[in-house]
């Protein structure tokens, strides 16, 4: 009795996990990425100091990287585990939200993804690469610092 219900449920998660990989949207040209530095917040912070709030519930890592996007590159949709700060450095960019929605970013701008919604980040140059630093900040121990989505139906990508 066990076995004819495990083996229809060992099939369907196999099947939903290939459904999975399918549909995600790797990227394009996107990389490599330099690991910068990396280090653990050992204990809950909580400041509030004038425009500026952050609180964390637990310890966390900080993990910085410098990422190259190549000509019309694209990080492929995707979200991440935490909190993520990008600085642009370098190039003409465009960040796209799960709502299709899209921002222009360049030099000197900046901007942070959070949560399970998806984006995108798209090299707009089709002649010159864009270079971006991020900061991940993530529960401490995390390995993963991105997870590939499908895209949300945006036409665009």
Request: with cysteine.
């Amino acid at each position: 009795m066990l076995k004819s219900i495990r083996i229809p449920l060992l099939t369907f998660a196999f099947v939903i996990g290939l459904a999975g990989v399918a549909v995600a949207t790797p990227g394009v040209s996107f990389g490599p990425s330099t690991p910068l530095s990396s280090g653990t917040h050992a204990e809950s912070v909580q400041y509030n100091t004038g425009e500026v709030k952050f609180q964390t519930k637990g310890p966390v890592d900080f993990v910085t990287q410098t990422i190259t996007i190549g000509p019309s590159g694209s990080s492929g949709w995707h979200s991440h585990p935490g909190v993520v700060l990008v600085t642009v450095q370098s190039g003409d960019l465009v960040h796209y939200e799960a709502d299709c929605s899209a921002t222009p970013q360049s030099a000197g701008s900046a901007f942070s993804e959070s949560g399970n919604q998806p984006g995108l980040l798209r090299n707009a140059s089709t002649t010159t690469s864009a270079v971006v630093y991020v900061t991940y900040i993530v529960p401490a121990g995390t390995t993963v610092l991105r997870n590939d989505a499908p895209n949300p139906g945006c036409p665009q990508n």
